[in-house]
Antibody
Framework: EVQLVESGGGLVQPGGSLRLSCAVS????????MSWVRQAPGKGLEWVSV???????YYADSVKGRFTISRHNSENTLYLEMNNLRAEDTAVYYC????????????WGQGTLVTVSS | ESVLTQSPGTLSLSPGERATLSCRAS???????LGWYQQKPGQAPRVLIY???NRATGIPDRFSGSGSGTDFTLTISGLEPEDFAVYYC???????????FGQGTRLEIK
């Protein structure tokens, strides 16, 4: 059974840092395109970052230079390191597995809430 | 950067009726890279359609997708009570990779 379980969300002050984790079972993180997608309260979905199986990482312009996506192969876990957080980064953050040939996301975690506020 | 615009913003229909949701891209995209999702309150999105017209695993055949180029449609034939939710379209473009979602269509019970 495929499972993605995010953790690490919480309340952080503006300018602070947080690291999100996504523990995966049922498939190998290193062999798949893995993404982070976020959703601000009451708003739509926004793609944040993708890590390709070849270790290439890409970011939305809104987070480039502040967020870093990575993975730990032996733990089969995806990470999102978030620095210099802003109020507008407040959202539920989902990790998702991408379908390589079609660019969609067939598998999602339940999400973890990040709140940036003083 | 290609933008996806969904219409209408809100669609009010009754169970049993047919729903037609539109997704328009600002630039022509490959049909292979257009997907549709359903999201219910407090839940993660669920993919319904990938590659513009392929139903995802376990999705009922009342859901269908069509379109090409810049205009894509999600049709729900015979609405069931559990279909009332928010629907998003999503595209993928490469070089560099970018994944973009539409702003969503809320399907509500009339």
């Amino acid at each position: 059974e495929v499972q993605l379980v995010e953790s690490g969300g919480g309340l952080v002050q503006p300018g602070g840092s947080l690291r999100l984790s996504c523990a995966v079972s049922g498939f190998t993180v290193s062999s798949n395109y893995m993404s982070w997608v976020r959703q601000a309260p009451g708003k739509g979905l926004e793609w944040v970052s993708v890590l390709h199986s070849g270790d290439y990482a890409y970011y939305a312009d809104s987070v480039k230079g502040r967020f870093t996506i990575s993975r730990h192969n032996s733990e089969n876990t995806l990470y999102l390191e978030m620095n210099n957080l802003r109020a507008e980064d407040t959202a539920v953050y989902y990790c998702a597995r991408g379908r390589t040939d079609y660019g969609d996301y067939p598998d999602w975690g339940q999400g973890t809430l990040v709140t940036v506020s003083s | 950067e290609s933008v996806l615009t969904q219409s209408p913003g809100t669609l009010s229909l009754s169970p049993g009726e047919r729903a037609t949701l539109s997704c328009r891209a600002s630039q022509s995209i490959s049909s292979s890279y257009l997907g549709w999702y359903q999201q219910k309150p407090g839940q993660a999105p669920r993919v319904l359609i990938y590659g513009a017209s392929n139903r995802a695993t376990g999705i009922p055949d009342r859901f269908s997708g069509s379109g090409s180029g810049t205009d894509f449609t999600l049709t729900i034939s015979g609405l069931e009570p559990e279909d009332f939710a928010v629907y998003y379209c999503q595209q993928y473009v490469g070089s560099p990779p970018r994944y973009t979602f539409g702003q969503g269509t809320r399907l509500e019970i009339k």
